[in-house]
């Protein structure tokens, strides 16, 4: 793959990995649910949700700072960053669309996060 076709999958993977984010951050109630016991107080709801909004924060805090240092050029241009780029958003888009779907517990995003960063 060459730097010119190597740009626009970084630029893709990184937008996906931006849009599973937020759909993770808008559908977030069933992993939630699937990280606490079936009698449940509250407030352990409200525990495991700040922790996920919390993680999905930081994960869009992430993706703009890259975004940024994409789109002005700075890391454009460096073979290896776009590589390691695509394949940690490409590995998190995958990892998160099976969070989404599958319902995981919130401490796999942990895992996720912590590998895919």
Same mark, same amino acid.
């Given at each position: 793959?060459? %730097?010119?076709? +190597?740009?626009?999958?970084?630029?893709?993977?990184? +937008?996906?990995?931006?849009? %599973?984010?937020?759909? +993770?951050? /808008?559908?977030? =109630?069933?992993?939630? &649910?699937?990280?606490?016991?079936? =009698? &449940?107080?509250? =407030?352990? $709801?409200?525990?495991?949700?700040?922790?996920?909004?919390?993680?999905?924060? $930081?994960?869009?805090?992430?993706?703009? %700072?890259?975004?940024?240092? #994409?789109?002005?050029?700075?890391?454009?241009?460096?073979? #290896?960053?776009?590589?390691?780029? %695509?394949?940690?958003?490409?590995?998190?888009?995958?990892?998160?669309? &099976? #969070?989404?779907?599958?319902? /995981?517990?919130?401490?796999? #995003? /942990? /895992?996720? $996060?912590?590998?895919?960063?």
């Amino acid at each position: 793959m060459t %730097v010119h076709n +190597i740009i626009p999958a970084r630029f893709l993977c990184l +937008i996906s990995h931006l849009v %599973v984010t937020i759909t +993770i951050l /808008w559908a977030r =109630d069933e992993n939630v &649910y699937s990280s606490i016991p079936t =009698d &449940y107080t509250q =407030d352990e $709801f409200d525990e495991k949700d700040v922790s996920l909004i919390v993680g999905l924060s $930081f994960t869009l805090f992430f993706i703009a %700072v890259e975004l940024i240092g #994409f789109l002005s050029g700075v890391s454009m241009f460096s073979n #290896f960053a776009n590589l390691v780029s %695509v394949m940690a958003h490409a590995s998190a888009t995958i990892a998160l669309s &099976y #969070f989404l779907f599958e319902s /995981w517990p919130i401490y796999r #995003f /942990w /895992w996720i $996060f912590s590998f895919c960063r």
